[in-house]
């Protein structure tokens, strides 16, 4: 076949060949126009680029902060605890005289020169000080009392502290402190004040104190307040009262009674005060009983009313306070100087709370209960008021220089322990106080080794260490065979082997459960760090569920000089632990039995052990226990000096001083005075 050459066909009509053109044209147009978009798109974003977002300054107050000093380049400040540095940053200020018209320019912040040693507001902008605002409105005055919500000024009457005070101790070393640091019935602070609040208080020295203030309890010593007070004066007595600045006045004679309620038309200020005329004159207490009947205090008593009843305080010089305390802490009929040991103490731990306030919303240092020492339970004592003046001012003080823990208690097992009894963070500190035999052996050593060191500056302390280490007897008998050779047995040469307490013995024949129980669930309750409950081979502070049988019961971990530090006991419903001596002595006081002293002698002991050096001796029953039997010694914790033990020394010629330096080792004397 044969193709033929058809022109016509072959040939692209012209409408068709206009309408290509047209196509041409418009992809083209599409093309110019895609790129000339495109382009214009380019050259936007880069001529319009975005404004960086606006800094936002970062401004913080510092408030109540102590500026140590402001200098040239930057301010020094003490702020809880700590000492900071900031530099100065810029500020806007006018730069013309007209501050309407005027320009403002950056200018670096300079605070008013000088500043140093103030209360201060702070403000920061990012992180630099661009303001200093000095408080200096300051007053000053005698502290009567002070809590969470107020500080009581003599004159001023109360005042509110500020929710974000701050204190500065700004005598010696820098320090911070609150208004629990404050010296009650002393002038030693400034108050700084802002908008009619206390915002700073400013500690500003520290000086001799010679008056305490005594919390006086009820007549039971069961509460702080009082529903009535009934008072009357062995001389004539004035009552001063009424709003601070309008103070009235009314004089009364001696023998007459006055009754005060809480609704006495006497509380017309914050307190009132009662005062002997003369400096000898003693104020009586009628609606308070003491082992002495009703009681006669020295010094001035104050009332103040509380939301729950009256508080009444009475302030004392320090030796006149411890002409009641001493007597009412160690029999009269002591060695003189087993005495003055007791005064030292008494006087040491009196000052120690005179310098931190144990009832600051009280205004006052200490109560007149067992909880800190006996005050005036037992009538003054020629013998005891003779050891406080022998002894005027002298407090025990630690080889550092600060007030001992002059803790003390009645007899010793022969043994003595260390404050980790107390299980406290601040007992590994107390190194003064050691486990130590306390007998004549120990006590002559002791003394050579005090002439030794006297003696000689070469050597002396190396040898003294290494003999102190072999007088520490203590560590052995936490070992419980060491201990139960030791206690079951008397050694002639112990200070107190005569004593009733030295030895005693506890038999619990039938045990109560439920009452174990109850007494474990209580000391949970008041530290449930005490008692522990055992889970997956751990003991975790948990509430003990109720058991009804005891499996096993045990002494655990015995500490220094011997003492029950952990009491296990394995029951039909969980293993428990009862930790330190004093819970231990709680629990296993049944409320019932009697005490057996070495001389024949029972005592009935309703809720404690005479102390915690002890072993136990269970008997059992169908693998339960039933009953138990302690053999033991010593009465009180047996920490510090054995007051028992101070009178035998006394007896056998050693001074007030050797015995002091027995029981609390490297502490000196000094006088406050």
């Known amino acids: ?73 930057s301010l020094l400040l003490y702020r809880d605890g700590v000492e900071e540095s900031y530099d100065y940053g810029t500020v806007e200020v006018s730069a013309g005289d007209d501050t309407k018209g005027s320009e403002m320019q950056l200018q670096l912040y300079q605070p008013e020169w000088g500043i140093r040693e103030q209360v201060a507001d702070v403000t920061l902008t990012d992180g630099c000080v661009t303001h200093v605002e000095v408080l200096t409105e300051k007053l000053h005055g005698i502290i009567l009392s002070a809590d969470e919500a107020s500080v009581e000024v003599e004159g001023y009457g109360r005042l509110p502290l500020a929710s974000d005070y701050r204190g500065y101790r700004i005598y010696n070393t820098l320090a911070m402190c609150s208004y629990k640091d404050l010296a009650f019935g002393y002038d030693f602070a400034d108050l700084v004040m802002e908008d009619g609040e206390v915002c700073g208080i400013l500690m500003v020295r520290e000086e001799t104190m010679d008056s305490i203030r005594v919390l006086i309890k009820t007549g039971d010593y069961a509460g702080n307040l009082h529903e009535k007070v009934v008072l009357s004066a062995d001389t004539d007595f004035v009552i001063r009262y009424g709003a601070s600045g309008q103070e009235a006045e009314e004089l009364h004679t001696v023998g007459e009674e006055i009754v005060i309620d809480r609704a006495s038309d006497y509380f017309a200020g914050e307190r009132i005060e009662i005062q002997p005329t003369v400096l000898t004159g003693k104020i009586l207490l009628k609606n308070v009983n003491r082992s002495q009947g009703v009681p006669g205090y020295r010094g001035h008593m104050e009332l103040t009313l509380e939301p729950k009843g009256i508080a009444v305080v009475n302030e004392v010089s320090l030796e006149e306070y411890l002409y009641s305390v001493v007597p009412s802490e160690m029999p009269a009929s002591y060695a003189e100087e087993a005495l003055k040991a007791q005064a ?50 002298q407090l025990l003080r630690t080889a550092q220089g600060g007030l001992a823990g002059t803790y003390y208690y009645s007899t010793s097992c022969g043994m003595g322990s260390d404050a980790n009894v107390w299980k406290t963070a601040e007992a590994a500190e107390i190194t003064y106080l050691k486990a130590e035999a306390i007998n004549e052996a120990v006590m002559q050593e002791k003394l050579m080794l005090r002439e030794q060191m006297a003696a000689s500056q070469t050597g002396a302390e190396s040898e003294y260490i290494g003999v102190s280490a072999k007088l520490n007897q203590g560590e052995a008998l936490r070992e419980e065979k060491a201990f139960a050779d030791f206690i079951t047995q008397t050694n002639s040469g112990d200070f107190e082997a005569e004593e009733g307490w030295y030895r005693w013995s506890y038999d619990v024949p039938k045990l ?88 024949g002698s029972e005592v009935e002991m309703p809720n404690l052990l005479p102390s915690g050096f002890f072993v136990i001796e269970t008997s059992k029953k169908n693998e339960n226990v039933v009953g138990y039997k302690l053999v033991g010694g010593g009465f009180g914790h047996g920490v510090g000096m054995s007051q028992n033990g101070a009178k035998a020394m006394a007896k056998r010629g050693y001074s007030c001083e050797e015995i002091l330096l027995f029981f609390y080792e490297d502490c000196k004397l000094e006088s406050v005075y």
């Open 1 to 73: 076949m044969k193709w033929k050459n058809n022109s016509r066909n072959q040939k692209i009509s012209r409408h068709d060949r206009i309408q290509m053109k047209v196509w041409i044209c418009v992809l083209g147009c599409l093309l110019l126009l895609f790129l000339f978009i495109g382009r214009l798109h380019v050259l936007l974003d880069h001529s319009e680029e975005p404004e960086p977002e606006p800094h936002i300054s970062v401004v913080e107050k510092l408030s109540n902060v102590w500026i140590i000093e402001a200098g040239e380049d």
């Open 344 to 393: 030292i103490c008494a006087r040491t731990y009196a000052y120690g709370h005179m310098q931190h306030a144990a009832y600051p919303g009280y205004g006052a240092h200490v109560d007149d209960s067992t909880s800190y020492q006996v005050y005036n339970n037992i009538l003054e004592q020629e013998s005891t008021t003779r050891a406080v003046k022998e002894t005027h001012g």
């Open 512 to 599: 109560s459960v439920e009452h174990i129980y109850e007494v474990i669930k209580k000391r949970y309750q008041a530290n449930s760090n005490l008692v522990l409950t055992l889970k997956k081979e751990a003991y975790i502070s948990e509430e003990p569920k109720e058991f009804t049988e005891i499996k096993k019961l045990y002494i655990a971990v015995r500490g220094s000089g011997g003492v029950a530090d952990e009491l296990v006991i394995e029951t039909d419903q969980g293993t428990y632990k009862v930790i330190s001596e004093h819970n231990i002595r709680y629990v296993l006081c049944d409320g019932e039995s009697k005490v057996k002293r070495q001389n």
